[in-house]
């Protein structure tokens, strides 16, 4: 994780004019390759090969450390960040849990997000399930009908299933874009009132999920998501006719 010189070829063709600063940090970044992890140069560095005053600089790194882009180390420096989805999921979840019928829409349009990125991956999914992966899924599956009988939720096991879904494809943005969703509605869906029963149902679809994936049925998939979604749907409908 070495630093990237200042003066370079590419550095040299940094926009200077007619873009923020915040800008011209995040093209810095990619002129010079630096990936997660790497060190970023000094504030008086950036100052110099920006063309911008300190507080610029300083201000544009505390927006960008913000969104994850950087990372401040303090006492250590400055770091291209991990580029996590922290910000999208702080946003989305801000949205979805103000009272409004409106927001209540925008939770419903984040389950059709959810249900048409598993539903379009689904030939790729099935193709990619295994032995391993049956496995792994039918545990969490067991899990959740079991603290379904209970009458509790499942938030882990429900999470851990989406995630697992995804990783035989090996990428991470969809890993990224799965977790995020989850996170924001796992956040939001409580004020919706789940009942015992919607519980029960959901965990069944999971099992539906995951035996149709382990024979292959790739339209018996796509309905399975689209059951799984199915109660959460309901309560939003019920929630918005009850606010109008």
């Known amino acids: 994780m070495s630093e990237i010189p200042l003066a370079n070829e590419q550095a040299s063709e940094l926009p200077i004019k007619g873009t923020t600063v915040t800008d011209r940090i ?3 970044i ?4 630096l990936g997660p992890g790497d060190l970023l140069p000094t504030e008086a560095e950036l100052c110099k090969a920006l063309e911008v005053s ?3 600089v300083r201000e544009a790194v505390k927006t960008l450390d913000a969104l994850d882009i950087v990372e401040v180390r303090h006492g250590h420096g ?3 960040g991990e580029l996590s989805m922290s910000a999208l999921v702080e946003s989305l979840t801000f949205r979805a849990m103000l009272s409004s019928r409106d927001d209540l829409a925008a939770l419903e349009e984040l389950i059709d997000v959810r249900q048409m990125l598993e539903q379009g991956l689904a030939s790729r999914i099935v193709n990619a399930f295994d032995d391993a992966m049956h496995e792994a899924l039918a545990d969490e599956v067991a899990e959740m009908k079991d603290l ?3 009458g509790q939720s499942f938030v882990d096991q429900d999470r851990r299933f989406h995630l697992l879904l995804m990783g035989p ?3 991470q943005l969809i890993t990224q874009l799965t977790g ?4 924001v509605q796992s956040i939001v869906a409580p004020r919706l009132g789940t009942t015992a029963a919607d519980a029960r149902t959901t965990a069944d679809a999971h099992g539906n999920i995951v035996e149709a994936a382990a024979r292959g049925d790739i339209p018996g998939f796509i309905s399975a998501i689209a059951e799984h979604y199915e ?3 309901r309560q939003i409908t019920s929630q918005i006719e009850r606010a109008q």
Not at 30 to 33: G, I, S, Y
Not at 180 to 183: E, L, M, N, R, V
């Open 169 to 171: 494809l090996e990428n």
């Open 180 to 183: 995020a969703f989850w996170d």
């Open 26 to 28: 995040k093209t810095y």
């Open 231 to 233: 109660p959460v749907r």
């Open 78 to 80: 400055t770091y291209v």
């Open 30 to 33: 990619l002129r010079n390759h």
């Open 148 to 150: 379904a009988a209970q």
């Open 54 to 56: 300190r507080s610029s």
